[in-house]
């Protein structure tokens, strides 16, 4: 796969982003599709997960009532609402979805939430 990430930039606090993430080279609407983030210095985290059929979808807490993830298959992509950004927010942000055992990654959007 080539998972691309996109829609990352500078926002202020309070900010709003929507985030995509697609795969040129192969479908992954099949598959479960999640977003990570990685703050400097810090480890990749979980953020958010979705089913195939958008039917299931999970949060980490810290999140939760602020973020949404959906997905159109027809597209081919995942997509990431961001609302309420805080300053911890900040960070690399990543698509994934697993397949036959692998794991796919893009390269991230940066998202920076600064005054």
């Known amino acids: 796969g080539q ?3 996109s ?3 500078l926002v202020q606090p309070g900010g709003s982003l929507r985030l995509s993430c697609t795969d040129s080279a192969f479908s992954f609407s099949m598959y479960d599709a999640r977003w990570f983030r990685q703050a400097p210095g810090k ?5 958010a997960h979705i089913s195939p059929n958008s039917g299931v979808r999970d ?3 810290s999140v939760k009532g602020r973020f949404t993830i ?4 027809a597209k081919n992509t995942v997509y990431l609402q961001i609302n309420s950004l805080k300053s911890e927010d900040t960070g690399v942000y990543y698509c ?3 397949h036959q055992g692998s794991a796919h990654w ?3 959007t940066q998202v920076t939430v600064s005054s």
């Open 106 to 108: 893009g390269r991230g």
């Open 43 to 47: 480890e990749r985290e979980f953020v």
């Open 7 to 9: 829609g990352g930039g």
């Open 59 to 61: 949060y980490a807490d």
């Open 70 to 73: 959906s997905r159109d298959n």
């Open 3 to 5: 998972l691309v990430e």
């Open 96 to 98: 994934n979805y697993n």
